[in-house]
């Protein structure tokens, strides 16, 4: 078993920035691929970002060039830095670790460990 624990969400004016961090304990490895989604009220969650063991990216069109998924595997931490928020990115941001390769990286089915979720609010 995998504990996920998400911080770092708030209330942020568009425009701003705000860093999520997922604490990973448990059965922790630096070999998982690690992901996170978003879920506003009364829609799908949607794939935000991953990132590989080695590092490698992978982030949703809407969020690309604002957001940044980053890892530390000596503290087992991933991390994402969002900047330049817009309110269309309120939601409930949830990180998750990759378990089924047979899925997408982008589909919520591939993960099989999730955090509680952090709340994340755009101001207009």
């Known amino acids: 078993q995998v504990q996920l624990v998400e911080s770092g969400g708030g209330l942020v004016q568009a425009g701003g920035s705000l860093r999520l961090s997922c604490a990973a304990s448990?059965?922790?490895?630096?070999?998982?691929?690690m992901g996170w989604f978003r879920q506003a009220p009364g829609k799908e969650r949607e794939f935000v970002a991953a990132i590989t063991s080695g590092g490698s990216t992978n982030y949703a069109d809407s969020v690309k060039g604002r957001f940044t998924i980053s890892r530390d595997n000596a503290k087992n931490t991933v991390s994402l830095q969002m900047n330049s928020l817009k309110p269309e990115d309120t939601a409930v941001y949830y990180c998750?670790?990759?378990?089924?390769?047979?899925?997408?990286?982008?589909?919520?089915?591939?993960?099989?460990?999730w955090g509680q979720g952090t709340q994340v609010t755009v101001s207009s």
């Open positions: 998750a670790v990759r378990l089924k390769y047979g899925y997408d990286v982008k589909e919520y089915r591939a993960y099989g460990y």
């Open positions: 448990g059965r922790t490895s630096n070999d998982y691929f």
